[in-house]
């Protein structure tokens, strides 16, 4: 099966700036997710997508990031206005709806620079 | 509330050494346990994962057992590969809420050397 495809693949920005990232999940799967995971540490969930609605954004920076998830398959980030703490990766993950012990398909990521 | 917690690193270790990553948790009721792995440049993937007291979860010649008694699923290898070197997050992932967040780790990196 086809992976988690994301883009871009690196983006440098300077402060202030915007940024969109794209992610298109496993065909399938109803749950979506982005990620944040800032050099040397884990994971931070910003949002959580189940079909086309929001489960979790509880974590978002809701000032300035924003998600949609159209139609319940591709989804976009956006970042708007970019601060320097943003660096980052951004990664999306799907998985199938409903079980737990189901493992998270992450894409490879979008390497943010913000300078 | 839930929680993880690894060994720190970075873990450096010779070819065909023995590795450990030790990894606890605190979650009430009987959570699902997952190691993933990120290799440089590439996103996380699943290493292995076990969803119920005493389960062995195994691939690539890692293994990790679910220990409930010890709240504790340690990673294991018996002989490491030069190609093993990432970094290892060990997550949970409860089965209650609507949510079902995964509870992430700080990460292990592991270099092995040739």
């Known amino acids: 099966e086809a992976g988690v495809a994301q883009s871009p693949r690196y983006k440098i920005i300077e402060k202030r700036q915007s940024v969109a990232f794209w992610c298109n999940p496993i065909?399938?799967?109803?749950?979506l997710y982005w990620y944040q995971q800032i050099l040397g540490q884990g994971p931070k969930l910003l949002i959580q997508?189940?079909?086309?609605?929001?489960?979790?954004d509880s974590q978002l920076p809701k000032d300035r990031f924003s998600a949609e998830r159209l139609k319940g398959v591709d989804s976009t980030l956006k970042i708007q206005p970019a601060k320097l703490e943003d660096s980052a990766v951004y990664l999306c993950?799907?998985?199938?709806?409903?079980?737990?012990?189901?493992?998270?398909?992450f894409g490879n990521g979008t390497r943010l620079t913000v300078t | 509330g839930n929680s993880v917690t690894q060994m720190e690193g970075p873990v450096t270790l010779s070819e065909e050494a023995f590795l450990t990553i030790n990894c606890t948790y605190t979650?009430?009721?009987?959570?699902?346990l997952f190691w993933y792995v990120q290799y440089p440049g590439e996103g996380l993937q699943l290493l292995l994962k076990?969803?119920?007291a005493d389960d062995k979860g195994s691939n690539k010649g890692f293994e990790a057992t679910y220990r409930k008694e010890t709240t504790s699923f340690h990673l294991e290898k018996g002989s490491v590969q030069v190609s093993d070197s990432a970094v290892y997050f060990c997550?949970?992932?409860?089965?209650?809420?609507?949510?079902?967040?995964?509870?992430w780790g700080l990460g292990t990196s592991l270099a092995v050397n040739p």
């Open positions: 993950a799907s998985s199938p709806l409903g079980r737990v012990e189901s493992p998270l398909h």
């Open positions: 065909s399938g799967h109803a749950t």
């Open positions: 997508f189940q079909n086309n609605g929001v489960v979790d």
């Open positions: 979650a009430t009721g009987y959570p699902s």
């Open positions: 076990a969803t119920k």
């Open positions: 997550a949970l992932r409860h089965n209650a809420g609507n949510n079902r967040k995964l509870i």
